[in-house]
């Protein structure tokens, strides 16, 4: 099946306009010895046998196990209003809009989604979007590095664990030093920190759903005059200290718990908020409001000489297709949810991982391993290695949580839990029945 | 249109939580505690599920995207993308599927659909491109830009090179060099000679500090390198990687194969070449694909195959660059690309490039009465036509002509790009425009040709039936208002 409108009879039409007696005549710009030798790809199919073979892959995934896991990326209930919007044909097939006059959908989204990401920060700006959480954070100590002109970076090992492979892995080739510390104690961390430091990051709730207050972590940075990089949940921003709260210079992270689906990896979404101070050192496109020459309010991209298509290799990223209809869909949510509702959210996400709590720790040999506060997520110490116990509590039809050993050599012991508004009563009580009995 | 924060009204609703099915206590209990607390609610919209509906709906409204009418965005490959892709992608075996089921012990068995799609995927892009193996993982084209570069990093640094260049075409898109630069590469830029890069130039650059050289063909003129292997050759010779940048892809499937060109790294665009949806700005999707020879330094996870057929994450891999991606990139984009190759299958593909050339050079032929064509050659996917003339003769530029069309009903071609053409106009009209659509372009662009010369006034005020006509960029830019600091009504 293809989406080509020509019919043989337009083609010969178009073919005698130009002049040529075959399509072959078109591809005569390419030599003879540089043609394709061979082209073995299967024939194509027709719409139901692609959905029937898609259909079949799709049903080869245990996407029906009950989810406790997180670590990072989580299982929220999303409202439908959000779909509706996201295929509104409109949207999802336009491109960047340079062209701001019939951009102007794309363009409002984006303004109220910076302005959304804003009220949720504290921040003063932010761009219309980064890939995801790990990239924002990549881009985050960059900027750091620009600005501050300094070489080394302090990472506290609380960070999600991904993201630090990621940092390690982009600035390999960048002569930076990257120190990855348990700094969750300040006096750590005033330890380490030097007038090397182009900026410190950290992660709240961190990686282990532990809830705190960085402050002191940010004014040590700021005495040492380096930059202070938070990485946080958007969610979580319905109720924890907000980053500019804490006085971090840069609140970057996974803006896939705003209405996007687990969706196996992606498309996700890297949010970044910024203090006034560094806009014109931000990577990504930023879209402001303006007016047009009869005064009618409107919006365009800005600031773009800090972008790729203008500045070439002195550009502040390479970005150029970022997450765009990610950044709707999150808006659309918000909206949906409103101020009050994110709060809701929040508490039953509370709530929901406290009573977790109770009931697991109730099974002799399981332990809370930190003392809390929370978010939706916590750690428990297994009798057994938690590799296993999750293993096990697949075949029961549930995914456990996330053994820390993978990224935590040290904790082979130990499981992150996860537990949102889409968990009920009951199946919380069978996760805690399913692990007391393989205990 | 007012913003959702003007439509806000206190205390509406727009979505419902599920009742909370546990006792009051456990709600006091798990709060988090005041000094952890932020201080005030972050002032979100608060509006009724229809006040969001029509909001959005009325935004979209005032968008003009592939699904409303031609749009000819040289470089993007505009083309049509099939509904069913959609279909595909909320799957819920798909698009309830958390990424770190495979990362479990005996994970691959949960996820042996989503391991399939990854791995038939990276066959598929080897038998189109001729590489030997892909990777998935980035989220965009300059992110395969990226990874490519630091693969070419990481090939240098094994073999003890000291490189420190990179090549690059002055027609290049700008995230080629942006993408070098980010990489920690210093960017040389090679003249063009009859609008393709100038193979003597390009050996005379040719040191050994050159890590590599990042192309296109066509490049983005259009216009076929006939050099290319004399240029691979020399490149190979200083051992310089030849990097293929695929957002010209649409021009050759079934024609050439890039590793038959003699590149070495290749990326796609498959929100651009393999239909799947730009979005107005993303998520895309730029796998990269490698020879042979680089394969070692690809990111980690990757798709392997057990004797018994089955398929694992594989991490076993000492010289990989790492991880680029969370997981395995874009994956929601990836089916839908998935999907639409096995629906064209071989022969379809060939008939888009097939169609996609007829297009540009059907365009080419039929304005070249009234517009000046940037290089009086036969083109392939895309042609770009300059306003020099108009500029100088009448003080129309590109910039007037761009918002002429939109009066006509069209999107206009990408402007000022390459920048080796003056008022450049690079138009890509792709394979899924009828002919009446390719006519009515034409026409539109006699109409404006015209209205240059009697009336180029009309084309300063242009456009006219937007729901916005020309913006203040500069204000946008020298008193920057990028959030709505209004507050919400109560």
């Given at each position: ?5 020509h ?25 003879q ?9 299967p ?32 299982d929220?209930?999303?409202?439908a ?215 009618r ?8 000489t ?31 949810l ?13 709530a ?88 | ?6 439509i ?64 000819p965005?040289?470089?993007c ?76 990093a ?77 240029i ?40 651009k ?10 998520p ?69 490039s097939?169609d ?110 937007t ?24």
């Amino acid at each position: 099946m293809d989406f080509l409108p020509h019919t043989d009879q337009d083609r010969a039409q178009m073919l005698a306009e130009l002049g040529l007696s075959s399509e072959e005549d078109l591809f005569a710009v390419i030599p003879q010895e540089l043609r394709a030798q061979n082209w073995n790809l299967p024939s194509g199919l027709s719409e139901m046998e692609v959905m029937d073979r898609l259909k079949g892959l799709a049903e080869q995934n245990a996407h029906r196990l009950t989810c406790f896991l997180g670590a990072g990326f989580y299982d929220h209930f999303i409202p439908a209003a959000v779909d509706a919007v996201l295929r509104r044909g409109e949207f999802y097939t336009a491109y960047t809009p340079y062209q701001a006059e019939m951009s102007q959908g794309t363009l409002q989204s984006i303004y109220e989604y910076q302005t959304a990401i804003c009220r949720l920060t504290g921040l003063d700006v932010s761009n219309a979007s980064l890939y995801d959480g790990g990239t924002a954070m990549f881009e985050a100590t960059m900027m750091a590095v620009r600005k501050t002109r300094r070489n080394s970076l302090i990472v506290c090992r609380s960070v999600n664990p991904i993201y630090r492979v990621m940092l390690k892995s982009y600035t390999a080739n960048l002569h930076l030093e990257l120190i990855e510390e348990d700094i969750t104690d300040p006096d750590r961390l005033a330890e380490i920190v030097s007038d090397k430091t182009a900026a410190v990051i950290l992660q709240n709730p961190d990686f282990f759903g532990r809830v705190h207050d960085f402050s002191s972590h940010f004014a040590l940075a700021k005495d040492n005059k380096a930059l202070s990089i938070l990485s946080c949940n958007p969610v979580a921003l319905g109720v924890v200290k907000s980053p500019a709260e804490m006085g971090a210079d840069i609140a970057m992270g996974e803006g896939q718990t705003l209405g996007l689906p687990l969706s196996f990896g992606g498309p996700y979404l890297g949010y970044m908020a910024v203090r006034e101070q560094l806009v014109r050192t931000m990577p990504g496109r930023l879209v402001g409001r303006t007016t047009d020459h009869q005064g009618r309010v409107g919006y365009c991209l800005t600031l773009q000489t800090r972008e790729q298509h203008i500045r070439r290799e002195k550009a502040t990223s390479n970005i150029c297709s970022n997450q765009a209809l990610c950044t709707l869909a999150a808006l659309v949510y918000l909206s949906l949810l409103g101020k009050k509702g994110l709060i809701e959210l929040c508490q039953l996400n509370l709530a929901k991982a406290a009573y977790a709590r109770q009931r697991l720790t109730a099974i002799p040999g399981v332990e809370l391993v930190d003392e809390g506060p929370w978010f939706n997520e916590f750690r428990l110490s297994l009798p057994m290695d938690a590799r296993v116990a999750v293993s096990q509590m697949i075949e029961k039809g549930m995914a456990a949580g996330f053994p820390l050993g993978r990224y935590y050599p040290e904790q082979a012991n130990n499981l992150l839990v996860a537990v949102t508004e889409k968990r009920t009563k009951e199946e919380i009580g069978y996760l805690a029945e399913g692990l007391e009995a393989i205990l | 249109m007012k913003t959702i924060f003007e439509i806000s009204r206190k205390d509406r609703r727009g979505a419902a939580l599920p009742r909370p099915d546990l006792p009051r206590d456990i709600f006091e209990q798990s709060r988090i505690p005041e000094n952890l607390r932020r201080a005030e609610p972050a002032e979100l919209p608060e509006a009724a599920e229809v006040d969001v509906i029509r909001h959005f709906t009325n935004l979209s409204r005032l968008n003009f995207g592939v699904d409303v009418g031609p749009y000819p965005l040289g470089s993007c490959t505009m083309k049509y993308n099939p509904r069913f892709t959609e279909e595909v992608a909320r799957l819920p075996g798909f698009a309830n599927l958390h990424p770190l089921l495979p990362q479990l012990r005996r994970g691959g068995l949960l996820t042996q659909g989503a391991l399939r799609v990854l791995y038939e995927t990276e066959q598929l892009l080897c038998q189109i491109t001729g590489m030997s193996a892909f990777t998935m993982q980035p989220m965009a084209g300059a992110h395969g830009e990226l990874t490519g570069i630091m693969l070419m990093a990481a090939y240098h640094r094994h073999k003890g090179n000291q490189k420190t260049t990179v090549l690059v075409p002055d027609s290049a898109h700008g995230t080629n060099p942006a993408s070098a630069a980010i990489a920690g590469y210093k960017v040389v830029t090679v003249p063009s000679k009859d609008g393709v890069m100038d193979p003597e130039a390009f050996e005379q650059k040719l040191d050994d500090k050159v890590a590599g050289v990042m192309m296109t063909n066509p490049n983005t003129l259009g216009l076929f390198n006939p050099h290319i292997k004399r240029i691979a050759q020399a490149a190979h010779e200083a051992d310089a990687v030849m990097y293929y940048d695929g957002a010209n892809l649409n021009a050759i499937m079934g024609y050439a194969k890039p590793a038959d060109l003699g590149f070495d790294i290749v990326h796609l665009n498959l929100h651009k070449t393999l239909g799947t949806p730009h979005g107005g700005g993303g998520p895309g999707s730029g796998p990269v694909g490698v020879v042979e020879r680089l394969a070692d330094y690809l990111p980690i996870s990757r798709v392997s195959q057990r004797e018994d057929g089955s398929l694992f994450l594989n991490y076993d891999f000492p010289k990989s660059i790492g991880y680029i991606a969370p997981f395995y990139g874009n994956f929601g984009v990836t089916l839908k690309a998935y999907a639409y190759i096995l629906a064209l299958g071989g022969e379809g593909l060939k008939n888009v490039s097939r169609d996609a050339v007829l297009n540009a050079n059907y365009l080419r032929v039929k304005l070249a009465d009234k517009w000046q064509v940037a290089i009086d050659k036969p083109c392939m996917h895309e042609v770009v036509f300059t306003a020099t003339d108009k500029a100088e003769s009448f003080g129309v530029s590109a910039l007037d002509v761009a918002k002429a069309l939109m009066d006509e009903g069209f999107h206009p071609p990408t402007i000022y790009f390459p920048l080796v053409v003056k008022e450049a106009l690079m138009i890509e009209p792709t394979e899924t425009e009828s002919k009446e659509n390719l006519d009515a372009f034409v026409a539109a662009m006699a109409k404006i040709a015209q209205a240059a010369e009697k009336d180029p006034d009309s084309l300063h005020a242009a456009p006219r039936t937007t729901p916005v006509g020309r913006l203040d960029e500069v204000k946008a830019a020298r008193q920057p208002d990028l959030i709505f600091r209004g507050t919400c009504p109560g």
